[in-house]
């Protein structure tokens, strides 16, 4: 089993800053790529930002330039980094992560639970 696991939400003011993190845990071989989606409700989700293993990322063009995700590959930690907060960016953020569990298999993909983040005006 293969479990993700969020923090980092709240409540912040426009103009300001939070970190969120996803830490995968569990049958784990490697981890391919990782990346956040968010979610409003009435809304489809939403493809913020991606990460491959060697770091190269991909970003939502709304959020270009304010975010930026990063990963640890030896704790298997994805983070992203949101600076410059909008009250449109408030929604339920998702990580997920591509995880391969034993060698010679294919990747299958595991969600966090989501984390709420809210932007007030």
Known sequence: QVQLVESGGGLVQAGGSLRLSCAASGS???????????????????????????????????????????????????????????????????CYANVQRSYGFAATRYWGQGTQVTVSA
Do not use: C, H
């Open 28 to 94: 784990i071989f490697k981890i391919n790529d990782m990346g956040w989606y968010r979610q409003v409700p009435g809304n489809q989700r939403e493809l913020v930002a991606t990460i491959t293993s060697g770091g190269m990322t991909n970003y939502a063009d709304s959020v270009k330039g304010r975010f930026t995700a990063s990963r640890n590959n030896v704790n298997n930690t994805l983070y992203l980094q949101m600076n410059s907060l909008k009250p449109e960016d408030t929604a339920v953020y998702y």
